[in-house]
């Protein structure tokens, strides 16, 4: 019989608080516009950008303080469903999916459709089939679950091991995004912007762990959205009088079409197998923004699209969030919110992208040789480069740094600095949304699976915080030590660690719901193949042999995966009874969950032994 | 709490709705960007079709599955009694 009543359990408050962090957040925002206007230094401008909000979010951080394994490794589970939503979609896209791709929709246009196809898609496919059933189980971490379900300690500590891999990828690739952002904005040095993150991310979440992650969390994901919509959005009503960029750059597109083909960019036709996605130099625009199938070839999109469905679906740093609702209908919608909020920002980046080659394509048709002040001003700053050697501009005498394509879009526009500096301040909150997420799951994994893997039986409540606080500020550290020393396309290390995710963990957790059949070797057997054959693709793909890159990595993983799976559970044993009974009540959504009932069972056989 | 002769009509009806979820959305987001071409030519609040269909369309056709399977599921719980108790 659960005790968890939802009433009962979620603050009351959380929209009053909320509401409290976002009107601290614009009110220094709309400050800083005036102390901009005022004269105020721009250097004092930057850096309280920079660091009020980092500053707003450590003060919540640390505002909830927690000494109970379930405060800190579900929050306790009271997180209601919008707030976990957001947390989901902000962790999934991170900065690198809002700087990187509005630079890849800028130069490509309709091919850069996949990702956001692939991420809501990603959620659909958890909330049917995944979180409901890990919400019911309730474990803190995948690797927990895993072992679990199999009975097996193997297990656990295998895909603790292959998970690191793809969870250390996506933290460094949010790390030097962030970095990149924070050093833009306050004009210091990646590698001090860098352990200013660091120290950010220990100061907020270390005191509270996940339940500092989740509300400091939903306080950053806020930032970032706001930061995100609210320059888009002025720049909305200028250009066409209505507020929602999202909608309004219709007509706008259907100009840029004509002007496209007036201004000579090319339609580029691409064999299926193409995958040309843009990286970090300065690149001219490569195709029509509307005309599909130009850098990436339709089977390509389709396998892309599968392989970032899995990956998404399967997170190891967004399934341990569906365990902090309340119940297992508040995990299902929030996976609802979670698509909601995901699509809203792909399709606001996507509009972002279309403002910039909009106002690009005015600046060719109306300026003839020169270019205006605006132009000059992002050439100054590095963000594009200029051919003015071959007479009239065209769209492509223009390279722009596909990184910078977000952070141009307010200064096209004219708006005060300001603004440019809130869209970097709310890159570096997305950062730290992702960054954070994906670093307290993969501590939680470290202290709970491979140190307290050992035992089933879990360490005692305060070594165990302890252990996990030091694993969190091991990780982080480790985290940007990576991402310093080993400078790669952020895109592409979100690709990899999606594809790895993908082809590793997706049909493992799939059917270990689905399929009563699948035993502990088949699980290894899948995490093992589908792990290896992904990593082999991978690496293949970076060799020239064979030209599956990133994401497409997952059209052998995966099925390689599915049949480890399937191939090594039909060649042994079947499952015992009580694994049968166990998956059956991994099924049924009511009575009580299954981790917390084995901790009360602990519990009770504690006190009885003393 | 569920009646044990419940359990197999109702991960039945579960599992068909799952597939009843994800099917008709699988086969749409791979059709949907392949036609969008052809269907760039006609247009749609000043949006291209094609184009139209394959962003924003796909995401509230994900956003309405998911919002129709959170109803259904639950319906589909508290026919057979597996539904939690809040």
Redesign the interface.
């Known amino acids: ?2 005790l ?4 009962r359990f979620v603050n009351p408050r959380l929209g009053t608080y909320f509401g409290i962090f976002t009107s601290l957040l614009v009110g220094l925002v709309l400050l800083l516009l005036i102390f901009e206007q005022l004269g105020i230094s721009e250097g004092i401008l930057r850096w309280v950008m920079l660091l009020g909000p980092l500053a707003l979010y450590a003060g919540i951080g640390a505002a909830v303080p927690t000494n109970e394994p379930i405060d800190y490794f579900a929050s306790g589970r009271r997180v209601p469903a919008g707030y976990t939503g957001l947390g989901l979609a902000s962790s999934a896209m991170g900065a690198t999916g809002i700087v990187a791709m509005s630079g890849v929709f800028f130069l490509i246009g ?1 091919d850069a ?2 990702l ?2 692939g991420g ?2 990603g ?3 958890m ?3 995944l979180a ?1 059933f890990l919400r019911k189980f309730g474990t803190f971490t995948v690797p927990s679950y895993l072992g679990r379900r199999f009975d097996s300690r193997a297990v656990r500590l295998l895909s603790a091991g292959l998970l690191a891999v793809p969870m250390l990828l996506f933290l460094a690739a949010e790390l030097s995004m962030g970095a990149y952002a924070a050093s833009w904005l306050s004009g210091e040095s990646t590698a001090l912007m860098m352990m200013l993150l660091i120290i950010a991310m220990i100061a907020t979440f270390v005191v509270g762990g996940v339940r500092s992650l989740n509300w400091s969390g939903s306080a950053q994901a806020i930032a970032a959205l706001l930061a995100l919509f609210v320059p888009v959005a002025v720049v909305a009503v200028m250009v066409t009088n209505f507020p929602l960029p ?3 750059h ?5 100009a840029l ?1 004509g002007q496209e083909a007036a201004q000579g960019v090319p339609i580029v036709d691409a064999r299926s197998f193409t995958f040309l996605i843009p990286d970090q130099s300065h690149a001219a625009v490569a195709k029509r ?5 130009g850098s990436v070839g ?1 089977a390509t ?2 396998v892309a ?1 599968l392989t970032v469905m899995a990956g998404v679906a399967a997170s190891p740093w967004l399934l341990p969030r569906v365990t902090m609702t ?4 508040e995990t ?2 929030s ?2 919110w979670a ?2 909020f995901f ?2 920002t ?2 606001t980046v ?1 509009a972002i992208s279309v403002y910039m080659r909009d106002f690009m394509s005015d600046l060719v048709r109306e300026h003839g040789a020169s270019i205006p002040s605006w132009m000059q001003q992002l050439v100054d700053l590095g963000f594009v480069q200029v051919d003015l050697s071959n007479g009239p501009l065209a769209l492509t005498s223009f390279k722009i740094a596909r990184d910078a394509v977000l952070l141009s879009l307010p200064i096209a526009a004219g708006l005060p600095d300001v603004f440019t500096y809130f869209a970097a301040a709310g890159i570096v909150a997305a950062a730290m949304v992702a960054a954070g997420a994906t670093a307290v799951a993969l501590a939680n994994i470290l202290a709970e699976d491979v140190v307290g893997g050992a035992s089933w039986d879990p360490l005692p409540t305060e070594p165990r915080l302890w252990l996990a606080r030091i694993a969190l500020v091991g990780v982080v550290v480790l985290g940007g030590v990576l991402a310093l020393l080993a400078p790669t396309d952020p895109l592409r290390l979100m690709f990899w660690s999606l594809a790895l995710t993908a082809s590793c963990l997706f049909p493992v957790i799939v059917l270990s719901i ?1 399929w009563k059949r699948m035993s502990a070797f088949g699980a290894m057997a899948g995490l093992a193949c589908g792990f290896g054959v992904a990593v082999l693709t991978i690496l293949a793909g970076a060799a020239d042999v064979l030209g599956l890159t990133g994401p497409l990595a997952g059209l052998l993983g995966i099925p390689a995966g599915t049949l480890g799976v399937v191939l090594a559970s039909l060649a042994t044993p079947g499952p015992s009874r009580n694994m049968l009974e166990l998956v ?1 009540e991994i ?5 009580e969950v299954i981790y917390d009932r084995e901790m009360r069972k602990l519990r009770l056989k504690q006190r009885d032994r003393t | 709490m569920m009646e044990r002769k419940e359990r197999k009509p109702y991960w039945k009806h579960t599992k068909w709705q799952m597939l009843a979820s994800v099917v008709p959305f699988l086969i749409l987001i791979i059709v949907l960007p392949l036609y969008a071409e052809s269907l760039n030519t006609e247009k749609f609040l000043g949006f291209p079709l094609g184009y139209f269909l394959s962003a924003h369309g796909i995401v509230i056709v994900a956003i309405f599955t998911i919002a129709s399977f959170v109803n259904r599921q639950d319906a589909i719980d508290h026919w057979h009694g597996a539904h939690e108790d809040t």
Do not use: C, D, E, N
């Open positions: 019989m659960t968890t009543s939802r009433t309709f459709l996949w956001v196809i809501v898609g959620f659909v496919l909330g049917v089939m409901p999202q909608l309004t219709g007509p706008l597109l259907r079409v923004f509307t005309a599909p199938f339709s999109f389709i699209t309340p119940g297992v209908y299902r919608k996976l609802g698509t909601v699509g809203l792909m399709l996507s689905w059956r099924r049924i959504p009511g009575g």
